[in-house]
């Protein structure tokens, strides 16, 4: 039997529980996830590739079939050197699918074999992005609701 890899990319700028509700769910049907922090040099995030990846190795550790990465460039090409075909991305609301759409379809067109497989989270976190924790960060706002403990006291130490 073929062991199912799945990659899910994201900035993770920070990880938020609506996250860690996707790799949860998503690792009880996949063999392996491989949770992957996307560079992207133009964009101005809150904290470093480094600080992302430390902060959801923290946030997954025990997790026996989820292993955290970085990369940059086309997804697509990480996706093949991973040798795999499936991408796993979360769909909050109605608003966040024409974009999804859009990639996914491009993804296939670069990838023909891709295949990018949508979770909603739990009704509880589907208003939870990573830019309202750091608009809310950014103000002293308590984030203390919406990320692991540990990426709490980081952005408090931020402040």
Not at 49 to 76: I, P
Not at 112 to 141: C, K, N, W
């Amino acid at each position: 039997m073929k062991k199912r890899t799945a990659v899910y990319p994201g900035s993770f700028d920070p990880v938020t529980f609506g996250h860690l509700d996707i790799i949860d769910r998503a690792a009880k049907i996949f063999d392996h996830i491989i949770v992957s922090v996307f560079v992207h040099s133009s964009k101005k995030h809150m904290f470093s590739v480094e600080e992302r990846v430390a902060m959801l190795k923290a946030a997954l550790k025990g997790k026996k079939n989820v292993t955290v990465d970085c990369f940059e460039g086309l997804l697509v090409d990480y996706v093949k050197n991973k040798k795999t075909d499936i991408v796993i991305r979360g769909l909050r609301a109605i608003s966040d699918l024409e974009y999804e759409f859009q990639i996914a379809a491009t993804n296939r067109t670069l990838y023909p074999g891709i295949e990018t497989v949508f979770f909603m989270p739990r009704q509880r976190y589907t208003y939870l992005s990573s830019s309202i924790v750091r608009d809310i960060a950014h103000f002293g706002g308590d984030v203390s609701k919406l990320v692991p403990p540990h990426v709490a006291k980081v952005i408090a130490a931020r402040k």
